[in-house]
């Protein structure tokens, strides 16, 4: 039997999913792995088949494979085998897998999100920004992080001096590219990457991206790194809950992570910013439901620098102090 049959047996396999009928669809990405054993997606489909009628040890077997048969995993088994508990917990989506997620989204995001799941988050993390625009300079630097196709650059290009933009996945940035909203774009790992330069930005803005990183620590600190003094960070997260502190952050069922309030708060004081503002409100649907958004505006507090002379060693000393 040849590769074409096997693939055309895999694509059997999902319309029996559409149809609800599961054993056949079983039977059908069975049929394709014994053509192709060595085809990673194969195994990927038929765990997702296990796991959607119940049988998951099957669907961890099937994961474990694909998983095994891959070199980066694209894929997102690892992220599944997470989510079903059988991996340690992920502190970050890898990121092969979302780039290759995004990569394959492109081309419909927009439509599928603002039309079929009623994205707002752009919107509402502008609506926050601009309720404290006295506070910001004239023309801002602005950088935004995750930017996708755009659609929160197209409300920050209005205030912004300058935009930039960042995002791992080529294609989403080839769709904000088309906009030509922004002064720059890159394409990059906001946790790898955003710390290379001096600070050059007044306001850094992250929309419905820092839920593919559950400990925010690290990309606080870098953020820090990037905004002048006093300068600011509004972004937005999925809510676990409105502060318990039992957990920091949770892997859930649509393969994104939810934050925890006092966390976030945390990492964003270690990181030298002060919160100004919080909102809780609906960011989007999934399978119906609104999904709760925290939105967070923060100013990263002034550092002064000064020189004190020391009289005991007769050298000067550089202290330095925050300032409020
Ligand atoms: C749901 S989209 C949101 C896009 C845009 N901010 C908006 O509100 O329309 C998430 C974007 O974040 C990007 N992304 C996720 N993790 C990232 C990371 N670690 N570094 C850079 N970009 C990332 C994805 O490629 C994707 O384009």
């Given at each position: 039997m040849s590769r074409h049959s096997a693939f055309m047996r895999l694509d059997f396999a999902l319309s029996f999913v559409d149809e609800g009928d599961f054993a056949a669809a079983i039977e059908a990405a069975e049929a394709a792995i014994e053509v192709?054993?060595?085809?990673?997606q194969f195994h990927f489909v038929l765990g997702e088949i296990f796991e959607k009628t119940g049988q998951v040890d099957k669907a961890i077997a099937s994961f474990r494979r694909a998983l095994e048969l891959q070199d980066e995993d694209t894929l997102g088994a690892g992220v599944r085998l997470a989510v079903l508990g059988d991996a340690s917990p992920l502190s970050r989506l890898p990121r092969s897998y979302v780039e290759a997620l995004f990569d394959d989204y492109a081309p419909r995001f927009e439509k599928t999100l603002?039309?079929?799941?009623?994205?707002?988050a752009p919107e509402k993390v502008f609506d926050l920004l601009f309720s404290h625009a006295s506070r910001l300079p004239k023309n801002p630097a602005v950088l935004d992080l995750?930017?996708?196709?755009?659609l929160a650059g197209e409300y920050m290009r209005a205030l912004a001096g300058r935009l930039e933009g960042i995002d791992l996945s080529k294609k989403m940035l080839k769709q904000a590219a088309k906009?030509?909203?922004?002064?720059e774009l890159t394409q990059g790992d906001i946790e790898a990457e955003v710390s290379e330069d001096a600070p050059r930005f007044d306001v850094v803005i992250a929309c419905d991206v820092l839920n593919y990183l559950g400990d925010l620590s690290l990309l606080c600190q870098r953020v820090a790194t990037r905004l002048r003094p006093g300068g600011f960070f509004a972004f937005c997260v999925e809510s676990m809950d409105r502060g318990h502190g039992q957990v920091s952050f949770e892997l859930h069922e649509g393969q994104r992570f939810m934050h925890e309030r006092t966390s976030i708060r945390a990492w964003l004081l270690a990181a030298g910013f002060e919160v100004m503002e919080e909102r809780f409100t609906p960011i989007r649907t999934e399978k119906g439901y609104p999904v709760e958004g925290h939105l967070v505006f923060a100013r990263l507090r002034k550092f002064e620098v000064t020189k004190k002379n020391n009289p005991d060693q007769d050298t000067a000393q550089t202290a330095v102090t925050l300032k409020h």
């Open positions: 192709l054993p060595q085809e990673a603002v039309q079929h799941l009623s994205y707002c995750g930017c996708g196709t755009g906009k030509r909203i922004y002064d």
